[in-house]
């Protein structure tokens, strides 16, 4: 129709003559493509990058329906292609700004906590030390609110998944925050399992979150991990003998900046853990623990 005479810049008459996968910037989007809506009969808001016939190239969202003849085999396709170019365009350049932030805000930071080191070491009164410890304490929570905000950036892009040990994702979280509990007289109890999974490397994120959360906030004296399989899910449960999570918070507790009443956090991690959890196909649960305390449940898909 005129409306893709447009879009494409080609007339009717090349359209019609033109090899639709020579319009995809990547032949092997239009396989991708092809591959999905041959097995499920319709796609709707597949993103494809086509390029027009300037060789501009074009961000495009696909809904469409596979047309099939009386032997259902698949004969054309019908449906709607949506230009979203300047959306993709305005994303990209205030993601670019983001950057940009993130990292001088970052360079700053660091650049603050060396000094503030510096000066805490040096002949300081009690007073003058707790002064010192208190900045250092607001910086610290500036740097981690950026370290979460860019591992939410990172989670919500498209990564190619791979085959990840769940053993191995898991005992580096341990290592990561075992100074931390230990610090605050907080036992981990782990129960593994070597089980490999569909994850990519931001994996480390879900169990590190949920391990601070329970150090940091839940006021418990010990935390229990173990991992089992539950059909096709590898199941990661993390336990903590806590003072949970009141029941007004559970509904919301994984929605972007929600945080308990008193919670110092951001509210970014719980809500990071489940777009990478949902991100790999997989699902998580929160449930009151029988005594006391929380249980988180992280499904993620075996690789097989």
């Not at 010192?132 to 989670?155: F, G, H, P, T, Y």
């Amino acid at each position: 129709n005129k409306a893709g005479e447009e879009l494409f810049g080609y007339t009717k008459k090349e359209l019609l003559e033109m090899n639709a996968s020579d319009m995809y910037l990547n032949k092997e989007d239009r396989e991708k493509f092809q591959r999905k809506i041959e097995k499920d009969g319709f796609v709707k808001d597949y993103e494809v990058k086509f390029k027009r016939k300037d060789g501009k190239v074009l961000d495009c969202l696909l809904t469409t329906t596979a047309k099939t003849d009386s032997n259902g085999e698949v004969i054309g396709y019908y449906g709607i292609i949506r230009d979203v170019t300047e959306i993709k365009d305005a994303e990209r350049k205030i993601e670019a700004y983001n950057i940009l932030m993130r990292h001088d805000i970052n360079n700053r930071n660091q650049i603050a906590i060396g000094y503030l080191e510096i000066l805490r070491d040096m002949d300081l009164t009690e007073e003058q030390k707790e002064y010192v410890e208190r900045i250092l304490k607001v910086v610290k929570a500036s740097q981690n609110l950026l370290d979460r905000v860019r591992a939410l950036s990172k989670a919500r892009e498209k990564h190619r998944l791979s085959r990840k040990n769940i053993e191995d994702v898991v005992r580096k979280a341990i290592r990561e925050y075992a100074h931390a509990a230990t610090r605050k007289g907080i036992r981990i109890f782990y129960k593994g399992r070597s089980i490999d999974v569909i994850a990519d490397d931001m994996a480390e994120n879900i169990f590190s979150n949920i391990i601070e959360n329970a150090i940091t906030h839940s006021g418990c004296s010990k935390i229990e991990i173990s991992v089992e399989e539950e059909d096709n899910f590898c199941k990661v449960s993390i336990e903590d003998d806590g003072k949970g999570i009141p029941k007004e918070l559970k509904e919301s507790l994984f929605l972007f900046g929600v945080k308990g009443k008193d919670s110092p956090g951001s509210g970014l991690g719980l809500h990071l853990v489940k777009t990478i959890v949902e991100g790999y196909g997989g699902f998580i649960k929160v449930k009151d623990r029988k005594g006391g305390g929380t249980i988180f449940e992280i499904y993620l898909k075996k690789w097989e």
